[in-house]
């Protein structure tokens, strides 16, 4: 009887495992979603990073960031207002639609009050001190379709959400070096397409860092994330982006993407 | 440009003998230690802080006009800030502290309207040593104080302001708006030496382009280090020097004074095309540095050098590029100098200096291969159109330099080197360097910087003035 058993759940799970698979949407459908989800042609917003290491000690960095598409070009700048060693230290990004083009990159340091050029192939670098890459930064709250193969694992809760469980790796080694991983494993809402919690696997395949995307709330309409929380397993730093007065509607003007502006600052 | 031409550095007269020279200079010689350099009167002169900084009166007026209207019909905005910065020098070559000095900064920027903002960012600094700067080791001023507004999509700068053009590190070709202050050679940072202008600075977006109109009726130039302060030039390369048996006489400087008549302007023009960043650079300006003309004469005494200091014209056309390919960032910049004067040790010359024309380019590559770590190495080199034996420089002029840093802890920690050599004197300067931001208000430092190579060169004259510095900032 008891090997009946066995037998039949073994093979009630054969015959049910591809099913339930099948009922999954694929990692790419999850992914498109991910990318399709509403974000607003243009966006303005205050953010407010708090950097805490590992013995407490604790740096805030108020921002506005302004992002902003041109066709499908997507443009993002963000300028520091405080504190003061800081301040108008500005960061600019061209994401172009073609991946094969090279996004474009600029920094300026005010105390060179020069605007410099970086290279696009540093987004596996962390973003001014944060545990957020420069890819981060740019990906905001949507993935990259080009850099990763991807599978749907399972499914799970994840604040009271139900999400999809999905895995990433990237495409090929020089990839993962770029980027700073070998695997990365996203729950995305399976509602509202938003990835609430990533887990990022380093190039030793030991665990490198998880982000929590937290109080999601819908702004002029657009579902927006108000909280995203990173915490770097390597160093027990971390970093939490707090967003607030989100705005998707007021118009923003091109000049302000541009390298003219990044030296005047707001 | 900063650390090649080295003519442009001439601030003394090299004659013998000294007690004659002495009387001529009556009323205020100065004298180097230890040397028979003589230190010209022009050097009073030139580093006489802010001679001519004063605005133009009808520009100073024209401006608070403009801010009394405004201010009196609008709610101010208003924030401000302060930075105190103690830097604490010690000397390895003579076991001294070489320098203990203080800068407080207060800066106040007050949003006038929704477009129009003033900033005024104060400088008082003191250094109890006074071994770098003998005469002013305690100065105060308004360091900057402008205006910005918006017109249309233009943008509008009024007052005193640094302008910086180029994007090269640690040398200047393009970035010579601004004079400079050369008491701490090239040791303290641009944003401290650049020594602001009273200008009208205005960017005018044309297309995807932006034309930048500059306007300076303001005649100040650079400021030198003097007599026996600690960074005085003394290489036979940078001054002049007459035979012995030649008497000398400095004349005062003739600077350029009309308000009008001799003010720079400049354009600049920037655009992104195709990946890169470009721009075109013209300017129209007095050059920062006093050209030393000479004029022989016999005299009962025997033959007697005049020598008659004067500003020239000069034009600067150039450009600059920058764009990245892969891991690597290039950039560059290059310019020519249509008027540069070079002294020249020839009796035979008429007036002692040659006129040339001068091509400067640097070429840099940033490389950010290795994760938190930039490294970034620049060539920099200047050809003389009208080389003639006898003059202060050679022909060809190349300085190389390194940058090597590292971040640790998510840039809490950041260890850096900077590394400058000058190939045709074999001289140059390094610079290691360790900073640490303890919290969101302070900032402590500590670094070296080594001189080494042929006295004769630009660095290799302060080889006697290796020295250790720790530096403390508290910003908020």
Not at chain 1, 94 to 123: G, N
Not at chain 2, 126 to 136: A, F, L, P
Request: charged share 25%; hydrophobic share 35%.
């Amino acid at each position: 009887m008891k090997r009946c058993n066995i037998m039949s759940l073994f093979v009630f799970t054969m015959v049910t495992a591809p099913l339930y698979a099948a009922t999954l949407p694929s990692g790419d459908e999850i992914a498109n979603n991910i990318n399709a989800r509403d974000e607003g042609h243009s966006v303005i917003r205050t953010l407010t990073m708090e950097m805490t290491d590992k013995r407490g000690k604790q740096r805030v960095r108020k921002t506005r960031g302004f992002r902003k598409y041109f066709g499908d070009e997507k443009r993002t700048a963000i300028y520091y207002l405080s504190p003061k060693n800081v301040k108008d230290t500005a960061f600019m990004i061209y994401d172009y639609a073609d991946t094969a083009i090279d996004d474009d990159q600029w920094l300026y340091l005010p105390a060179m009050r020069k605007v410099r050029r970086i290279s696009a192939s540093e987004r596996g670098d962390y973003f001014l001190g944060t545990d957020f890459t420069y890819e981060d930064i740019k990906q905001e709250s949507k993935v990259s379709i080009a850099d990763y193969s991807r599978k749907t694992i399972g499914e799970a809760i994840i604040d009271g959400h139900q999400t999809f469980i999905v895995e990433s790796i990237p495409i090929d080694k020089e990839t993962a070096k770029e980027l700073g991983y070998s695997k990365v494993k996203l729950w995305v809402d399976a509602e509202i397409w938003i990835v609430r919690k990533a887990e990022f696997t380093g190039l030793r395949n030991r665990p490198l860092k998880t982000i929590y995307t937290k109080a999601i709330k819908q702004v002029q309409g657009i579902w927006s994330a108000h909280l995203i929380e990173a915490q770097n397993h390597k160093t027990r730093h971390t970093t939490k982006f707090i967003f607030s007065d989100i705005d998707y509607q007021t118009e923003i003007s091109d000049d302000l993407f541009t390298e003219r502006a990044l030296r005047r600052g707001l | 440009m900063t650390c090649s031409p080295k003519e442009h550095y001439v601030v003394a007269y090299k004659k013998l003998p000294v007690p004659l020279l002495i009387t001529l200079l009556k009323p205020s010689p100065w004298r180097w230690p230890g040397s028979s350099l003589m230190q010209i009167p022009l050097n009073s002169d030139l580093h006489r802080r802010n001679k001519n900084s004063a605005p133009p009166n009808s520009f100073l007026k024209l401006l608070i006009s403009v801010i009394f209207l405004i201010s009196t019909s609008a709610t101010a905005e208003i924030s401000t800030s302060l930075s105190i910065d103690s830097e604490w020098g010690y000397s390895t070559e003579t076991n001294n502290t070489e320098k203990f000095e203080t800068t407080i900064k207060p800066e106040i920027e007050i949003n006038l309207s929704r477009e129009i903002k003033l900033t005024a960012i104060g400088r008082l600094r003191s250094d109890t040593e006074k071994h770098i700067d003998r005469e002013n080791s305690t100065t105060r001023e308004l360091r900057e104080f402008y205006i910005e507004t918006e017109i249309g999509r233009s943008f509008l700068t009024l007052g005193k302001q640094q302008i910086v053009w180029g994007n090269a590190d640690g040398l200047k070709v393009l970035d010579v708006v601004n004079p400079q202050e050369w008491r701490e050679f090239i040791l303290d940072d641009f944003e401290n030496s650049r020594i602001p202008l009273w200008a009208i600075n205005s960017e005018i977006p044309i297309a995807d382009s932006t034309l930048q109109l500059l306007w300076l009726p303001d005649q100040t130039y650079h400021q030198y280090a003097t007599g026996n302060d600690l960074y005085a030039f003394t290489s036979a390369r940078l001054v002049p020097q007459m035979p012995a048996a030649v008497n000398t006489s400095i004349q005062a400087v003739q600077r350029p004074d009309k308000t009008i008549q001799d003010a720079d302007w400049g354009a600049r023009l920037a655009t992104f095309w195709n990946g890169w960043d470009l721009t075109l650079n013209y300017l129209y300006h007095y050059d920062d540095r006093p050209v030393l003309f000479r004029q022989l004469s016999m005299t009962p005494s025997g033959p007697l050098a005049t020598i008659t200091p004067r500003y020239q014209r000069n034009q600067l056309i150039g450009g600059s590029f920058s764009n990245s390919f892969g891991d690597i960032t290039l950039r560059g910049e290059i310019g020519y100098i249509t008027d540069r004067y070079i002294s020249t040790n020839m009796i035979t010359d008429n007036d002692g200096v040659v006129k040339t024309g001068e091509l400067s380019y640097v070429i840099g590559l940033d490389w950010f291969g290795f994760g938190d770590t930039f490294i970034s190495t620049q060539l920099f080199q200047s050809h003389l159109k009208n080389y003639q034996p006898g003059m202060l420089r050679n022909e060809r002029d190349t300085t190389t330099t390194v940058l090597l840093r590292r971040d640790f802890n998510n840039e809490t920690l950041t260890a850096e080197l900077l590394w400058l050599h000058n190939i045709d004197l074999d001289d140059g300067l390094a610079r290691p360097k360790v900073i640490y931001q303890m919290n969101d208000n302070t900032t402590l430092s500590l670094g070296a910087d080594i001189f080494y190579g042929d006295q004769q060169g630009l660095f290799g004259q302060f080889k006697q003035r290796d020295r250790v510095i720790s530096a403390i900032e508290i910003a908020f």
